[in-house]
């Protein structure tokens, strides 16, 4: 089967997008809270923050040393060029139960010092519901889960998106939370796992009530 040629917007992106987000995101003004917990942490992590918000969540945790799992389409290709561009590590693949083998690579990446960042309710949805992925992997890597959540001051809404996409103005304010470390024992049952992803709802929320 002949391969199929690429878009123009996919060309753009591939080649121009990815330099121009870099330049974007240096003008918006970041505002962090509860970043102290982490630098007290002795250990790797996870950072978990929503897919709409994730243009800021990937530009600011480019500073822990972060590994990403980004699905294998077009539109992930160029956010690989993004994240690879900022320092990333990146694994292409799912962390559902189609995707077991890039989320145990993913554990490999943080048993030897990675830190993993990933939007627990991409690529496709639904919006805002936790997938397990984020919580199977600090268990099994046995490191704390963090919650991000991101508001914009000022922003763009791509209401027909699925996630409706946040796109900061330029020169925003962002303010950018994080939640204490959640533990997640290695011995934790799946109702266990489940409850834990039940909480953390209500955690997000009162971070987004800051």
């Known amino acids: ?16 997008l990815y330099k121009f987000t870099s330049l974007y995101c240096k003008t918006l003004k970041f505002v ?30 480019k500073k822990f040393n972060p590994v990403a ?8 290709d160029i956010m690989t060029k993004i994240l690879i561009d900022w320092g990333y590590e990146v694994v292409r693949g799912s962390s559902n139960d189609s995707g077991k083998e890039a989320l ?17 309710d991409g690529p496709k949805g639904p919006y805002h519901r936790f997938k397990a992925g984020a919580f199977v992997a600090a268990k099994k890597g046995e490191v704390p889960l963090i919650l991000m959540k991101v508001r914009y001051e000022k922003y763009y809404t791509f209401n027909k998106s699925w ?21 997640i024992d290695k011995e934790a049952t799946r109702e ?4 834990t992803i039940e909480k953390s709802y209500s955690i997000m929320e009162n971070l987004t009530e800051k």
């Open 69 to 76: 799992l980004i699905s294998p389409s077009k539109d992930g």
């Open 32 to 61: 962090v809270s509860g970043e102290e917990e982490i630098n007290k942490l002795n250990t790797n992590f996870v950072i978990a923050f929503w897919h709409d918000e994730m243009l800021a969540g990937w530009y600011y945790n």
């Open 192 to 195: 266990e796992v489940n409850s």
């Open 104 to 120: 145990n690579l993913i554990v490999d990446k943080i048993q030897t010092g990675k830190n993993f960042c990933i939007t627990p």
């Open 1 to 16: 089967m002949a391969k199929k040629k690429a878009t123009l917007i996919q060309i753009i992106g591939e080649k121009i």
């Open 163 to 183: 996630d409706k996409f946040k796109l900061p103005k330029v020169f925003s304010k962002v303010y950018v939370h994080y939640s204490s470390p959640i533990f």
